[in-house]
Nanobody, 123 residues
């Protein structure tokens, strides 16, 4: 079983930056692909970014491409989401998730989820 704990959320003005972190338990972190998702009030949870087990491949939602960067440090069991040029529409609870099924963009492809961290972008 994998336990995931997100941190780094907060309140930021439009145009600002935040870096989210997701710490994972267990000794097999490097065998999981990881993903970030977000859920705004009244909306469904949506894909943001995913990264391969070794970190060499990434994929992004069109809405964040060029602004967000996903990365991981397998020695520290951490995955990051660097968010730049934030917009009010980025406001959501951000979740990290792990999967043994490779890089996935669908929520059903992930096995374990964190509890989320709130990101609020003011205009």
């Amino acid at each position: 079983q994998v336990q995931l704990v997100e941190s780094g959320g907060g309140l930021v003005q439009a145009g600002g930056s935040l870096r989210l972190s997701c710490a994972a338990s267990g000794r097999t972190f490097g065998s999981y692909a990881m993903g970030w998702f977000r859920q705004a009030p009244g909306k469904e949870r949506e894909f943001v970014a995913t990264i391969s087990e070794g970190g060499s491949s990434t994929r992004y939602a069109d809405s964040v491409k060029g602004r967000f960067t996903i990365s991981r440090d397998n020695a520290k069991n951490v995955v990051y989401l660097q968010m730049n040029v934030l917009k009010p529409e980025d406001t959501a609870v951000y979740y990290c998730a792990s999967t043994t099924w490779g890089m996935r963009t669908d929520i059903h492809g992930y096995d374990y989820w964190g509890h989320g961290t709130q990101v609020t972008v003011s205009s």
